[in-house]
């Protein structure tokens, strides 16, 4: 006759726990560096999203107040700039250069992005210029 025998439960000590689980939160919030403006005004991404969520190869980066500034990445690595105001979407056409990159890390399946984006774009009255780079959008 076989006897079972149980291995313990293998734990981490309750001191490691917060640690372990704030490093994994840091890894996954969004970074941004560089300086934007749209219309002449201060543009400071809080928060991104990969464009896969809709269904795009690029970023939204949408600051404070609502502004979300669409980076499409086209074929030949021009961004397409769309500025998205409330309701409101100006397609500021193909500007600059862009850089993006798929991560390692996917949040609710979707793959985090990086890159950088140099933008000088003029279009409908409005105007976005500057250069910003981020990472950790999904």
Do not use: Y
Not at 101 to 107: D, E, G, I, L
Request: glycine share 10%.
């Amino acid at each position: 006759m076989r006897r079972s025998h149980r291995l313990p439960a293998c734990r981490l000590p309750a001191w490691l726990v917060v640690p372990a689980l704030l490093l994994a939160l840091s890894g996954c919030q969004p970074e941004f560096g560089g300086s934007v403006s749209v219309d002449g005004k201060p543009f400071e991404p809080s928060e991104c999203r990969s464009g896969q969520a809709n269904g795009f190869a690029g970023v939204d980066l949408i600051d404070e107040g609502g502004r979300t500034l669409r980076i499409v990445q086209s074929p030949t690595n021009q961004p397409q700039t769309i500025l998205i105001l409330g309701s409101q979407t100006l397609d500021l056409g193909t500007c600059g250069s862009l850089t993006l990159a798929r991560q390692n890390s996917t949040v609710n399946d979707i793959t985090n992005v990086e890159g950088s984006a140099t933008l000088s774009c003029k279009a409908n009255d409005h105007s976005v210029e500057g250069t910003v780079s981020f990472k950790n959008c999904h």
